[in-house]
C-alpha cells in the first residue's frame, strides 16, 4: 500500500455521518442518558469501523480485499436496522398511528388495510405477494453479487451508495416520526387472519425473529427494491421484466400482509427516488465492466482525495 491513500467512498462517509450523528444525538436528546449508553457506543464504533475499513482495506491487494472493502455496508444493514429499536422513543414517547391513519382515511376515504380485511382477503392473492415480500431478503444480496462477479465495480459502489443513504434516511425517520404499523394499530379491529400455505408462514416467521416493533415509516423494504429496481433499469434493462413486477408486489404486500400503510410505501418510495437520481447526478456514470479495461483508481468517481 506505501504511501498511497486510498479513497473514501460515498458509503464510508455516509456510515461515517451516521454514527457520529447519532452519537451527538443521543447526548443532546437522550434522557435519561444511562439508557442509551449501549446505542452511543455502537453508533461510535459504526464510524470507528468505517473509517478503518476505508482508510485500511486495499481493494487492489486481492480479491477478498475488494469484496470487503466494497460489500460490507450490506453486512451492516440488518444489524443497524436492528439497532433502531432502542432509539425509537428518541423524541417522543408514543408511536403516531393514530394521526397517520387518521390523514389517509382522509385522502382515500377509507383505511386500505381494514378494506382489505373486510373485502378482498383470499388465500392466492395472499401467497402470490407474500412471495413478493419474502423475496426482499435474498434479493438485496443476490443483486449485489451478481454485479459484482460481473466485475461491475463501479456498479456495486454506486449502489452500496444510494442503498446505504436510503437506508439511513428510513432509520432516522424511525425515532423523528415512530409508527408500529397496522398490525399492531388495528389488531382488535381485523375481522380476518391474513393466510398461505407456504410464502406466509416464511414471511411471518421473518417477521417474527427479526422485526422491530415500530420502524413502519418509510417501509426501508421497498425503498431499497426500488432503488434496485432503479440501477436494473438504467444498466441492465432485460431484467425489468423481473424487478418490476417483484417491487410492485412487494409494495402491495407490505400493506396487503398488514406490515405497512399506504403511507409508507409512498414515503419509502419517494425517498429512494431522491436519493437515486442524486447519487447518479452527483457522480456521472464512468462504468467499467471489467478491471482489466482500466485501472480501479481511475474507474469510478465515488472517493474524495
Not at 70 to 96: K, N, S
Not at 189 to 204: A, H, I, S, T
Not at 295 to 302: G, S, V
Request: with cysteine.
Amino acid at each position: 500500500m506505501g504511501d498511497r491513500r486510498l479513497p473514501m467512498y460515498v458509503h464510508d462517509k455516509a456510515l461515517m455521518a451516521y454514527g457520529l450523528i447519532m452519537v451527538v444525538v443521543l447526548g443532546a436528546f437522550g434522557r435519561p442518558y444511562r439508557a442509551y449508553v449501549d446505542e452511543t457506543i455502537f453508533y461510535a464504533g459504526l464510524a470507528v469501523l468505517a473509517y478503518v475499513v476505508a482508510r485500511y482495506v486495499d481493494e487492489d491487494r486481492s480479491g477478498w480485499h475488494r469484496f470487503l472493502r466494497l460489500m460490507y455496508p450490506a453486512v451492516l444493514f440488518p444489524v443497524l436496522y436492528r439497532e433502531t429499536g432502542g432509539t425509537m422513543f428518541l423524541f417522543f414517547d408514543h408511536f403516531f398511528d393514530a394521526e397517520l391513519t387518521a390523514f389517509e382515511y382522509r385522502i382515500l376515504g377509507v383505511n386500505p388495510t381494514i378494506f382489505i380485511d373486510q373485502h378482498l382477503l383470499n388465500t392466492w392473492t395472499t401467497e402470490i405477494l407474500s412471495l413478493c415480500y419474502w423475496l426482499y431478503y435474498p434479493l438485496l444480496p443476490g443483486y449485489l453479487l451478481l454485479v459484482y462477479i460481473r466485475r461491475d465495480y463501479d456498479i456495486v459502489k454506486s449502489s452500496i451508495a444510494a442503498m446505504t443513504i436510503t437506508f439511513i434516511a428510513g432509520y432516522v425517520l424511525f425515532f423523528v416520526y415512530p409508527v408500529e404499523g397496522p398490525r399492531w394499530f388495528f389488531a382488535d379491529q381485523y375481522l380476518n387472519p391474513v393466510e398461505g400455505p407456504v410464502f406466509r408462514p416464511m414471511v411471518e416467521f421473518m417477521i417474527r425473529n427479526g422485526a422491530v416493533r415500530g420502524g413502519c415509516m418509510p417501509s426501508t423494504h421497498y425503498a431499497v427494491a426500488l432503488v434496485i429496481t432503479l440501477f436494473t433499469g438504467k444498466y441492465y434493462p432485460r431484467w425489468l421484466w423481473v424487478m418490476i413486477p417483484l417491487s410492485t408486489g412487494l409494495a402491495l404486500g407490505t400493506v396487503w400482509g398488514r406490515f405497512h400503510y399506504v403511507s409508507d410505501v409512498v414515503v419509502g418510495g419517494m425517498i429512494a427516488l431522491a436519493v437515486t437520481f442524486i447519487v447518479w447526478h452527483t457522480a456521472p456514470d464512468r462504468r467499467v465492466t471489467k478491471t482489466a479495461a482500466a485501472p480501479h483508481k481511475e474507474a469510478f468517481p465515488y472517493h474524495a482525495s
